[in-house]
C-alpha cells in the first residue's frame, strides 16, 4: 500500500460527516479526465506516508473528526487495505471508500467484514461508452456491474456519481444510466473542472442548466439526484 496524499479535514468528502481523506497511489483505469493523474501514472513519485503515521493522527483527532475517507487512484488494488481499514474501524471511525467498482469481490469482502459504512462508486458513462471515459479499451463491464448491483440491492449506505465532461458524454449516456440504475437511491453529477492535475487537461464543462437536463432525465428513475463541482 502507498499513501500518496492525505487531507487532514474535509466537510466534502464524506457527505454528513467531519473526515480526512486518505489517497492511495496506482490505478487499472487511465481516465483522460482524472483529477488526480500523477498519483495514477507516477505514485512511486509521490509521497508515502506512514500508516503509523496516519493512525496517530486519527487517534489524536477522535471526537474532532468522526469519517475517514479512503480514495485513490482506486484502493480496491492496494494490499493490505483490509489490516488498515480494521485498525482505522478501531478507532471508532465510520469509512467511506472511494471507487471505480471494477473489484467488487473486494468491496463485498470489505462490507461484509464490517469494515465500510458508505461506498462512492465512479459511473463513467453509459456500459458502451466506459471504454471511451476509462481509457481502456475493453473495460470489464461485468465487474462493474456486479459493484452497482450489490449497492443496488445490498445493505450498505452508497453514493453513484459520474464527472460529466463536455466532450466525452453526451444526452444518450445519462438516458441509459437512469435505465441501468433504476431505482438507485443517490447520483451525482459532478461538473468536470480542468486543471493541470488532470491526466490529459483541456476538456471543458456543461453549463448549469444543461447539468440540470441530465439531472432530469435521471430523476425519471433515480430517487435523488443532485449537482455538484458549480461555483
Ligand atoms: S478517475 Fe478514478 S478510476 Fe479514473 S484513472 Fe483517476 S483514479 Fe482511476
Redesign the pocket.
Known amino acids: 500500500m502507498r499513501i500518496c496524499g492525505f487531507n487532514k479535514t474535509t466537510l466534502l468528502d464524506y457527505p454528513g460527516k467531519v473526515a480526512s481523506t486518505i489517497f492511495l497511489g496506482g490505478?487499472?483505469?487511465?481516465?483522460p479526465?482524472?483529477?488526480?493523474?500523477i498519483?495514477?501514472v507516477a505514485p512511486g513519485e509521490q509521497p508515502d506516508y506512514s500508516q503509523e503515521e496516519l493512525l496517530t493522527f486519527l487517534k489524536k483527532r477522535k471526537g474532532i473528526l468522526d469519517g475517514v475517507c479512503i480514495s485513490?487512484?482506486?484502493p480496491t488494488l492496494s494490499d493490505g487495505l483490509e489490516e488498515f481499514l480494521g485498525k482505522i474501524k478501531e478507532l471508532g471511525y465510520a469509512v467511506k471508500l472511494d471507487t471505480?467498482g471494477s473489484r467488487p469481490k473486494i468491496v463485498k469482502h470489505l462490507a461484509e467484514a464490517g469494515l465500510i459504512d458508505k461506498v462512492a462508486m465512479?459511473i463513467?458513462a453509459c456500459p458502451d461508452n466506459y471504454g471511451n471515459l476509462?481509457?481502456i479499451e475493453k473495460p470489464d463491464m461485468d465487474s462493474i456491474f456486479e459493484t452497482a448491483d450489490f449497492l443496488l440491492h445490498g445493505n450498505l449506505d452508497y453514493e453513484f456519481r459520474t464527472?460529466v465532461v463536455r466532450e466525452l458524454h453526451t444526452q444518450k449516456d445519462f438516458e441509459e444510466i437512469a435505465g441501468w440504475l433504476a431505482g438507485a437511491k443517490e447520483y451525482y453529477l459532478q461538473a468536470y473542472k480542468d486543471s493541470d492535475g488532470v491526466?490529459r487537461p483541456g476538456y471543458g464543462s456543461y453549463t448549469f442548466e444543461e447539468l440540470q437536463n441530465f439531472q432530469k432525465i435521471l430523476q425519471k428513475t433515480i430517487l435523488s439526484v443532485g449537482i455538484r463541482g458549480i461555483d
Open positions: 490505478c487499472n483505469f487511465r481516465c479526465f482524472c483529477q488526480n493523474g498519483l495514477v485513490g487512484g482506486e471505480n465512479d463513467k476509462t481509457g464527472t491526466l
